[in-house]
């Protein structure tokens, strides 16, 4: 295999020596709240973040900037906090946290794959966004669910244009701070390329044809629509040459306009499932899962949820490669924060 080569259903492992994750915390302990001056932490993490050993730092930046290369890749033996504090219950953030190693390892490998961005409708226009669940949200298809399979989706964003999968996320970093009490969740990812390869051309025809509408993030349905449904324009699920497919579904759910649509939906969902097509990964403390976000779908299993102060706790950054083509949607002249 080539180093552009991916494997097929496989889950690329980086997992970094003893003395490099040392040496990263050791330089990390000192890092500033990154929420004071973003540009600043993302400067600072990125000169750490440099020193990686040059088969890694390549690996990683190839991840982000080739159309060949794998869709997901974990990130392993990565510094964690010295004394994490616990789960904030209420979904986060964390108040009074005084170090933030956990902070600096998302946006030093964010920074290796582009520029970190956020959404007024997603977590507040944070751009670190704390992924942790909530009693109130256990049963809903959102960050904040536990009691339910988070579905194959990616993460997209509203846009007045009724095209959805144009302004989202190139990228999605998840960090695991803290799994949760049992070890159960699971994080997957199924690869457009490898979902087409389980798929029959009929389908993957009708994938490809405008018939289906995504429904707009929970975050934008709830602050700009009075909490009812909104759906993009007929758009296609799949988009692009069959060696590097597009792939957009909507977690928030996707209206299928005629049956054949709806089996083809059908048959995309189980095709994610199939052995072929899924990579699964139980994320524990020291690990990051960097997921491209448009190359394939991610989904969550249930778990449990005890609202202790020690439920599961991810921190994750949404990315673009260039924020210059979604200026438009920036706030009041903010540089990372976008309508
Ligand atoms: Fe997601």
Not at 125 to 152: C, E, M, W, Y
Request: glycine residues 8%; aromatic residues 6%; contains cysteine.
């Amino acid at each position: 295999m080539t180093e552009h080569q991916r494997p097929a259903n496989g889950l690329t492992e980086l997992v970094l020596t003893d003395d490099v994750r040392d040496e990263l915390l050791d330089r990390l302990l000192s890092l500033p709240d990154p929420v004071s001056d973003v540009d600043d932490a993302m400067a600072r993490t990125h000169q750490i973040f440099a020193t990686l050993p040059l088969p890694t730092l390549r690996a990683i930046l190839d991840f982000g900037r080739h159309i060949d290369t794998p869709g997901v890749m974990l990130v392993s033996n990565l510094p964690t906090e010295p004394e994490l504090p616990p789960t904030p219950s209420d979904g986060g953030p964390c108040v009074g946290k005084s170090r933030f190693v956990a902070e600096g390892v998302l946006l030093g490998l964010s920074g290796l794959l582009g520029e970190p961005v956020a959404f007024v409708t997603e977590k507040e226009g944070r751009v670190v966004h704390d992924i942790i669940p909530t009693a109130p949200g256990a049963a809903t298809q959102t960050s904040q669910g536990s009691k339910v399979f988070l579905n194959f989706h990616n993460d997209i964003v509203h846009d007045p244009s009724g095209r959805y999968d144009i302004s989202n996320p190139d990228f999605l970093v998840l960090n695991c701070l803290r799994a949760d009490p049992v070890n159960e969740a699971e994080t997957w990812y199924s690869d457009a390329r490898d979902v087409l390869s389980v798929l029959n051309p009929g389908t993957v025809k009708v994938l490809r044809s405008p018939l289906f509408r995504l429904s707009a993030p929970g975050g934008y349905v709830r602050m700009f629509a009075g909490g009812k449904e909104v759906y993009s324009k007929p758009v296609a699920i799949l988009s692009g040459p069959d060696h590097a497919p597009e792939i957009s579904v909507a977690a928030n759910g996707v209206r299928c306009l005629t049956p054949e649509a709806t089996d083809a939906f059908d048959q995309l969902q189980a095709a994610c499932r199939a052995p072929e097509a899924a990579s699964v990964v139980q994320l524990a403390p020291g690990q990051a899962l960097l997921v491209n976000n448009r190359k394939g779908l991610h989904a969550r299993t249930q778990f449990s949820a005890r609202y202790d102060g020690q439920d599961r706790w991810l921190q994750r950054t949404y990315i673009r490669r260039s924020l210059w083509n979604i200026r438009g949607r920036a706030e009041n002249g903010s540089r990372r924060v976008h309508a």
